[in-house]
């Protein structure tokens, strides 16, 4: 059985930093490129970033890019979302999910997903 755990949310100021971790079991963590999405109070999921089986194919969304960085450690079947400058729009439950395929901002190409992490930024 596939599972995927979040973990290190929490609260934090704006412009603070704050890591968080998605650590898989049940299948070959490096044969699948992860992605971390986020939902926000009363909006739709939305993309976040994603990381291809190496770690070498990486793409954000817009709204994060240059302040969010995916990475993963196939070693440890762990891929990480590290968010700086955040801000309070960035408030949000985020997760991490497994691609199984199609397009790579689309949660419909996941198929295993977390139970989330929330993520609040204060002003």
């Known amino acids: 059985q596939v599972q995927l755990v979040e973990s290190g949310g929490g609260l934090v100021q704006a412009g603070g930093s704050v890591r968080l971790s998605c650590v898989a079991s049940g299948r070959t963590f490096s044969n699948y490129a992860m992605g971390w999405f986020r939902q926000a109070p009363g909006k739709e999921r939305e993309f976040v970033a994603f990381i291809g089986r190496s770690g070498r194919d990486i793409y954000y969304s817009d709204s994060v890019k240059g302040r969010f960085t995916i990475s993963r450690d196939n070693a440890k079947s762990t891929v990480y979302l590290q968010m700086n400058s955040l801000k309070p729009e960035d408030t949000a439950v985020y997760y991490c999910?497994?691609?199984?395929?199609?397009?790579?901002?689309?949660?419909?190409?996941?198929?295993?997903w977390g139970q989330g992490t929330q993520v609040t930024v204060s002003s």
């Open positions: 999910a497994s691609f199984r395929g199609g397009i790579y901002f689309n949660g419909e190409g996941y198929d295993y």
